[in-house]
């Protein structure tokens, strides 16, 4: 029974593996996000792009919403973690720190959710892709796999969904707003922005001026 018991657990370790290397190169066929929203609206609009198809505007916008510090880490922004953990012990509304490269391994071979065991996955696995895929590829990756919209996922699909143009196309201010709905895209609407997310797009654009592709 034990033999079988490891011979299933070297199976699990090795396809794992060969995922993550066959990942370097290719987008996911789906995601366990993906499916769950096309299982909740009903619908699934995606359209992967690569990472020169993307152009700079998207990447800049997003960057500077959610992981300023993405190309000098090493898939953990210790000091935002250390600043997510002192606001929520205020008792405020929970914050999170993750790096965009966090969000990847979650969004690409985990699920949803805050429990421990999905965290140390997501540990294990934003180690590997950071020595493995390299940031431009960890990129490429979020920005086609993030959920941007009810069953709406990456920047391409936004962008054709909320301004009718690829995502090459999006002048600094569309892909602000892009940005401006993460984290919570189920909820935030570019088209019909609060006083809130007024804000955040001001703020947004003027950290694009600081951030630097390479």
Do not use: C
Request: charge should be positive; hydrophobic fraction near 40%.
């Amino acid at each position: 029974m034990w033999k079988k018991i490891k011979k299933l657990i070297y199976i699990l370790i090795l396809a794992n593996i060969l995922f993550i290397v066959w990942g370097k190169f290719f987008n996911p066929p789906i995601t366990i996000t993906q499916l769950g929203g096309l299982l909740e609206f009903g619908k699934l609009k995606r359209d992967y792009v690569s990472y020169n198809e993307m152009g700079s505007n998207v990447k800049k916008a997003v960057i500077a919403s959610e992981d300023q510090a993405f190309f000098t880490h090493n898939g953990f922004d210790y000091k935002a973690i250390e600043k997510a953990m002192k606001h929520n012990e205020q008792g405020k509304k929970l914050r999170g720190g993750s790096t965009i490269s966090q969000q990847t391994a979650k969004n690409i071979f985990l699920w949803q959710g805050r429990s421990w065991i999905r965290k140390g996955l997501e540990a294990v696995y934003t180690f590997i892709i950071e020595l493995v895929w390299g940031k431009d590829v960890i990129l490429e990756r979020y920005l086609n796999s993030i959920e941007m919209g009810r069953g709406v996922f990456g920047v391409e699909a936004a962008s054709q969904y909320y301004f009718n143009k690829s995502s090459d196309n999006l002048t600094k201010s569309e892909a602000a707003w892009i940005a401006t709905i993460l984290p919570n895209p189920k909820k935030y609407d570019p088209k019909n922005p609060s006083r809130y997310l007024n804000r955040k797009h001001s703020w947004i654009m003027r950290q694009m001026n600081h951030v630097s592709l390479k």
